[in-house]
């Protein structure tokens, strides 16, 4: 990570439901304070959440950091869960190894690493089996 | 994002309309919502174009109340009559999310506001399907 910045860091407890999403929602007061275009903290949000759901339902001991950098925000969530054996096919959307109970709450449609695609400015991710998942996510802070 | 030819209502329209309880948001009714949206999945609420709409839905756990933060939309409308749980109340007061329940289903809550002019979060009208259908 870049100096300087402003850095903000939560923690993600795995199968924690009561709380999970709340990293996510502070992340989104947090750039609503700062006073961010609407656009663009929609799509950090969305990204945040989607990762931090994933982490809760898939995998281990996870923490989220955002640096928010005039220029930029990168968001970075990471796990020490099972991790992704195959990236490309997590990627295509409807793909989803979701359990009934994910689904009775209206989650795992195969939706989570597609949607964070389409809504990120770049995303990198390294996983792979037992390695956990590194999800590095970038946005940039187009000035009006 | 604004919805085709449609009309913004009220919540204190749309309370009326599905003869909805109020659980959270009760000083918020005087905002409108500009367009409409029903879902049971989550990864539909976070499609990106939700933001100040009103979400009918048929899910009653505490994440329909974050992903209703997280997508900005206007109010969460629980229908068939569904109570949420303190937890969600609890939640939908703290994120000041206005939060109903309608005794009407999906159907006819959707039904009922579409009559009165709300419209979904299509940005254009799909084209129209063109025959034969193939039947």
Known sequence: MKP????????????????????SIRIQKFLKFIGFDAGLIRRISICAYEAEMNVVMHGGDGEMSMLVDPKEIVLEVADDGPGIPDIGLALQEGYSTASPEHREMGFGAGMGLPNIKKNADSLDIHSGNGQGVHLTMCFEVKTR | ??????????????????????????????????????????????????????????????????????????????????????????????????????????????GRLCAKGLRGVEEKPPAPAVPPYGC
């Open chain 2, 1 to 110: 994002m604004t919805a085709i030819e449609g009309k913004q209502l009220k919540l204190s329209e749309i309370k009326e309309l599905l003869h909805a309880k109020i659980f959270a948001g009760e000083d918020k009714l005087d905002i409108t919502a500009k367009a409409g949206t029903a879902s049971d999945l989550m990864s539909d609420m976070l499609t990106g174009k939700t933001g100040g709409v009103v979400l009918l839905t048929g899910l009653c756990n505490v994440q329909v109340i974050r992903t209703a933060v997280i997508a900005d939309v206007a109010a969460v409308i629980l229908v068939r009559g569904k109570r949420p749980t303190q937890e969600m109340i609890d939640q939908a007061r703290e994120h000041r999310l206005p939060l109903f329940s309608t005794p009407f289903t999906m159907f006819t809550s959707c």
């Open chain 1, 4 to 23: 300087g910045g402003l850095l903000k860091k939560y923690s993600i407890k795995p199968r924690d439901f009561v709380k999970a999403g709340e990293g």
